[in-house]
Nanobody, 122 residues
Framework: QVQLAESGGGLVQAGGSLRLSCAAS????????MAWYRQSPGKQRELVAV??????NYATSVKGRFTISRDNAKNTVFLQMNSLKPEDTAVYYC?????????????????WGQGTQVTVSS
């Protein structure tokens, strides 16, 4: 059973940057998707970015500002967040699926981290 642990969240001013990391306790195949989701109070959890097999997909709201990457040798996935906005404030979760492909449906992810808080002040 793979366990996921996020880190790197914190408080940052609008326009700033943060880099989130997600370390997996077991090995991860590049074909299995690794994704970042986020959830803010009163809102549904939403997909931020996903990567699998060298392909990545982003939510429209973060395109051009966020970059997802992974280091399979270190069993780690990253989310570089630049030009942060107050509306990016949320708990960010790392997720993994045993189904191969660039998956954008939340229910297809069966392994989740505990989340890390990102707060962007205006």
């Amino acid at each position: 059973q793979v366990q996921l642990a996020e880190s790197g969240g914190g408080l940052v001013q609008a326009g700033g940057s943060l880099r989130l990391s997600c370390a997996a306790s077991g090995s991860i195949s590049s074909s299995n998707p690794m994704a970042w989701y986020r959830q803010s109070p009163g809102k549904q959890r939403e997909l931020v970015a996903v990567t699998a097999g060298g392909t990545s997909n982003y939510a429209t709201s973060v395109k051009g500002r966020f970059t997802i990457s992974r280091d399979n040798a270190k069993n780690t996935v990253f989310l570089q967040m630049n030009s942060l906005k107050p509306e990016d404030t949320a708990v960010y979760y790392c997720a993994r699926s045993r189904i191969v492909g660039v998956l954008t449906t939340m229910t297809m992810y069966d392994q989740w981290g505990q989340g890390t808080q990102v707060t962007v002040s205006s």
